[in-house]
């Protein structure tokens, strides 16, 4: 049920799981739908991934944080059971967000090896498809599955291919599953190219913020939007996304930093 009231945030009463939340991008999207007032679950394969969030200053100024769980949620088994814990432990979740894996580059097509092609290609591809299993028939009708995927998916990049290949099959997933559920479920991908994270610790003006990638993904969770495909190369492209969203969404804001840098 959703508890929000005019003056609350916009996703309060609201639940969402975000796969991948302990890496460099998904830590925006645990706190922006944590600062949006969302109970938040982040399943992590090691307790080492599930305490870099857990202890990190800036996630733990932000009470109440999200909720761990370690265990296997990339194969199609542990992607269900996972979907089946969090159902009987928490309740309905509403929202998914997917931003899993990691970059790599390093020789032309026909110098990738087999071990490479299966960690970039394979595993990351299928931990998507079995999130995307797993939760499609578990969300709430009004909720969303949002796939967080990388722009060498839809421009090649030499030395990337992997990768590249990679992230232009989640951009399909997503088209097919969107055309397949019609109506019946909301489906996004969000498409970023270079992007500015805070545990990099520098800031570029041509790299679209993360921040703002996590401001769309609040948009599309609360507002009534049907399943889309969002690029954001350009810092505008996410201006633009979030203008014509429409949408009258109130985002708290959520800096990046804590209390006492806030202050400083
Ligand atoms: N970094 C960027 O600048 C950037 C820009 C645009 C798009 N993206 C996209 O954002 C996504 C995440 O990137 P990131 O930089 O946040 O990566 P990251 O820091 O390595 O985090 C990715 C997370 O995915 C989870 N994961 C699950 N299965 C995985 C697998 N087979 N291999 C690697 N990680 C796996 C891991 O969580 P657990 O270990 O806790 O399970 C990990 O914390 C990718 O799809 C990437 O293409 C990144």
Do not use: C
Request: charged residues 20%.
């Amino acid at each position: 049920m959703n508890e929000e009231t005019e003056s609350s945030p916009p996703l309060v009463g609201r639940r969402t799981v975000v796969l991948g939340g302990t890496g460099s991008v998904g830590e925006h999207f645990v706190r922006a739908h944590l600062s949006a007032g969302a109970d938040v679950i982040v399943p992590s394969r090691t307790e080492a991934r599930a305490a870099l969030l857990r202890d990190d200053p800036v996630v733990r100024s932000l009470q109440p944080g999200p909720r761990m769980l370690v265990g296997d949620y990339v194969s199609f088994a542990g992607a269900e059971s996972t979907a089946e814990v969090i159902l009987a432990e928490h309740g309905p979740v509403d929202h998914v967000v997917a931003t899993l894996g990691s970059w790599w580059s390093g020789a032309p097509f026909w110098g990738v090896d087999e071990t490479t092609w299966q960690r970039y290609f394979i595993e990351v591809t299928s931990a998507y498809a079995a999130a995307a299993r797993a939760w499609l028939p578990r969300l709430s009708p009004d909720g969303t599955l949002q796939l967080v995927i990388g722009a060498s998916g839809v421009v090649p990049v030499p030395g990337a291919s992997v990768i590249s290949m990679a992230q232009s099959s989640l951009v399909m997933m997503r088209r097919v599953i969107a055309e397949e559920a019609g109506d019946a479920r909301r489906v996004f991908s969000i498409v970023l190219g270079n992007l500015n994270l805070r545990r990099r610790g520098w800031r570029r003006p041509d790299f679209v913020d993360a921040d703002d990638a996590t401001t769309l993904s609040v948009a599309l969770a609360h507002g009534a939007q049907r399943s889309a495909e969002f690029v954001l190369r350009r810092p505008e492209q996410a201006k633009t996304a979030l203008a014509e969203l429409s949408s009258d969404v109130r985002i708290p804001a959520h800096s990046g930093r804590t209390p006492a840098e806030d202050a400083s």
